[in-house]
């Protein structure tokens, strides 16, 4: 079965921009996670959405900002780019919490974001 | 807070050699633990997972052994090959319902022939 899928892959924007990123999880998987990975920090969690709820937040300011839609496919926003923003985006799906099928999140290829 | 710890890297062997990667973590309870490996240009693979204290995941080769009494869940393999250069990550996730992970800084591991 086709896996996570994120657009786009790569994205070259400008500081001071907004961007929109988008995942679409396993086909039944209806929880969606996405983490920030930098050279620097390494892999940062930003938010997590189950049934078009935000369940957690990482530590990141308000300008990220997440959504899930009623089919699951959730897309990300960051708004007024900063250089710091540079990185690789990466989207996990997994099944429902608490569910006996596993508790593992599989991870979409990233999308990766150039600020100038 | 909950963390991970990993040995730093980049560690390099020659194939066939046997390869241990360490992790340590710090949490409260008994957190589920993860080994990912992300190739170059993609995303995170799970390579294997524990979520009880004693629990051995094992996947293609690698085992990791969840230890509580040393907190920690060490990555190893017999004989590695040059298929196996990647970054390895160690991560937790908490007791919470949430999935959330936390994650090691990751290692990097380059085979040669």
């Known amino acids: 079965k086709a896996g996570v899928t994120q657009t786009p892959r790569y994205l070259i924007k400008t500081r001071g921009q907004q961007v929109t990123l988008s995942c679409s999880p396993i086909s039944g998987h209806r929880s969606v996670s996405w983490y920030q990975q930098t050279p620097g920090q390494g892999l940062q969690f930003l938010f997590e959405y189950f049934s078009e709820t935000q369940r957690n937040k990482g530590n990141f300011p308000g300008r990220f900002s997440g959504r899930q839609f009623s089919n699951s496919r959730s897309e990300m926003n960051v708004s007024t780019l900063e250089l710091g923003d540079s990185a690789l985006y990466l989207c996990a799906s997994s099944f429902p919490p608490g569910t006996s099928v596993g508790n593992e999140q599989f991870f979409g290829p990233g999308t990766r974001l150039t600020v100038l | 807070g909950n963390s991970v710890t990993q040995m730093e890297g980049p560690v390099t062997l020659s194939e066939e050699a046997f390869l241990t990667i360490n992790c340590t973590y710090t949490a409260t309870g008994y957190p589920s633990l993860f080994w990912y490996v992300q190739y170059p240009g993609e995303g995170l693979q799970l390579l294997l997972k524990?979520?009880?204290?004693?629990d051995k995941g094992s996947n293609k080769g690698f085992e990791a052994t969840y230890r509580k009494e040393t907190t920690s869940f060490h990555l190893e393999k017999g004989s590695v090959q040059v298929s196996d250069s990647a970054v390895y990550f160690c991560a937790l996730r908490g007791l919470d319902s949430s999935y959330k992970l936390i994650f090691g800084s990751g290692t990097r591991l380059l085979v040669r022939p």
């Open positions: 524990a979520t009880k204290a004693d």
